[in-house]
């Protein structure tokens, strides 16, 4: 398994900014799909993000496109999540996932190999 470590949270404004970092050690990170979850109080963890092992492939969540990008540097180990025009609504927190598997659309969590602590955001209005 490959250990996930997020940071970068905080609190912000509405319409402000935020980048997320995830580090992993342990196995090979090129070998891995990676993604980004959230989850806000009193909900279920919901899919935010995902690139593919070497950034040819992206995928959004409706609720995001436009505002977050999803990036990543297998030679420094490290996904990003680039947060632009937070909302209220982006309250959670964040998740960084590692995908045993991914193609398109919005990965199971069934296919998720390794999960990070979670970082808190959260947005003012």
């Known amino acids: 398994q490959v250990t996930l470590v997020e940071s970068g949270g905080g609190l912000v404004q509405a319409g402000g900014s935020l980048r997320l970092s995830c580090a992993a050690s342990?196995?090979?990170?090129?070998?891995?799909?990676m993604s980004w979850f959230r989850q806000a109080p009193g909900k279920e963890r919901e899919f935010v993000a995902a690139i593919s092992r070497y950034s040819s492939s992206r995928y959004y969540a409706d609720s995001v496109k436009g505002r977050f990008t999803i990036s990543r540097d297998n030679s420094k180990n490290t996904v990003y999540l680039e947060m632009n025009s937070l909302k209220p609504e982006d309250t959670a927190v964040y998740y960084c996932?590692?995908?045993?598997?991914?193609?398109?659309?919005?990965?199971?969590?069934?296919?998720?190999?390794?999960w990070g602590q979670g970082t808190q955001v959260t947005v003012s209005s």
């Open positions: 996932a590692a995908l045993l598997t991914w193609i398109t659309g919005v990965p199971g969590t069934e296919s998720v190999g390794s």
């Open positions: 342990g196995r090979t990170f090129s070998n891995y799909y």
